[in-house]
């Protein structure tokens, strides 16, 4: 393998994923074939257990790209597809604090509204 531009930024999980997977990474039982050290297996065993198992290229740059229209930092973006919740119970905590954060916002809103009828 040739480097060809040492530091290009960062990967999403999906992304680095895909890489161990073309590297020949793989839950099959004959891992001594492939030519992937045993650290590399344990981040992919992780990965495997996290979102990005279930994304896809599409839906990573579909993400990154209504994350745009937000004005986010390339870090923040990338957290947020690699915290990508995978199920529905993960999105009850992501609900609870928008709520957190919007609920004083709409009760003023409407507080003002109401005084000035």
Partial sequence: MKIMKANAGALTNFE?????NSRGASKDTTRVIAPIARSEYKVYDYLVETAA???TRES???SADKCKDFKLA?????NIINLWPSSIVELLPVC???LAYTLPFISLH????LHGL
């Avoid at 680095?16 to 161990?20: E, N, Q, R, T, V």
């Avoid at 390339?74 to 990338?78: F, G, P």
């Avoid at 409407?110 to 509204?113: D, E, F, P």
């Fill in 74 to 78: 390339k870090a923040e973006i990338l």
């Fill in 96 to 98: 609870l604090l928008f």
């Fill in 16 to 20: 680095l994923l895909d890489f161990l």
């Fill in 110 to 113: 409407l507080t003002s509204l």
């Fill in 60 to 62: 990573v740059n579909k």
């Fill in 53 to 55: 198992s279930t994304q």
